[in-house]
């Protein structure tokens, strides 16, 4: 189900926050990993190693969180970013793509622009759930023409169902599964 074998050390760096941000959610917060630097350099570094040899164009991040991990990816890997932003956000001529989580429905915009037709993407999010958020993503960026060799998280909550939502055969990479 999973590519998470061991526990690493920076996974204590992520705490649980309780009916957030409506009761009956248990949010997974990664900001205590991201305010330790080695630990949040460990977390990248293996979150980039699934994608070092693939001849990746661009990490496409998803707002808000999937910015901060898909950034340092970038940058890790020596690529472009690419952000996906909720609306309103990006000016210019966008895509947009709607879609529904646990807890209420959204919409994702990417500029129409932001990438060539062809171009090698990871998309990263922080947390997959549901798969909402992840699956319109997915959906939005191959309207660009672009070749998406698979997506990246840095948590998976295993007894949401994200993972059923993902596109059979495109890959799936999670560091921790709770």
Do not use: N
């Not at 705490?15 to 949040?40: H, N, Q, T, V």
């Not at 020596?78 to 807890?103: A, S």
């Not at 672009?146 to 596109?167: F, I, K, N, S, Y």
């Amino acid at each position: 189900m999973t590519d998470a074998h061991v526990e690493p050390q920076w996974a204590s760096r992520l705490r649980d926050i309780a009916d957030f941000p409506k009761p009956g959610i248990l949010f997974k917060d990664i900001m205590p990993l991201l305010a330790d630097g080695d630990d949040f350099r460990a977390a990248i570094q293996a979150m980039s190693a699934r994608w070092r040899d693939l001849r990746l164009d661009a990490v496409v991040g998803i707002e808000s969180r999937g910015f901060i991990l898909g950034a340092a990816m970038a940058l890790e890997l020596g690529v472009g970013f690419v952000p996906v932003r909720k609306p309103g956000k990006l000016p210019g001529k966008v895509l947009r793509e709607e879609y529904t989580l646990e807890y209420r429905s959204d919409c994702i915009e990417v500029h129409a622009d932001a990438l060539p037709a062809g171009a090698r993407v990871a998309i990263i999010d922080d947390v997959l759930a549901t798969g909402g958020t992840l699956v319109a993503a997915l959906s939005l960026v191959r309207r660009l023409g672009v070749d998406v060799v698979g997506a990246g998280v840095l948590v998976e909550l295993d007894g949401l169902g994200g993972r059923g939502r993902w596109e059979a055969g495109l890959p799936l990479h999670t560091e921790l599964v709770y």
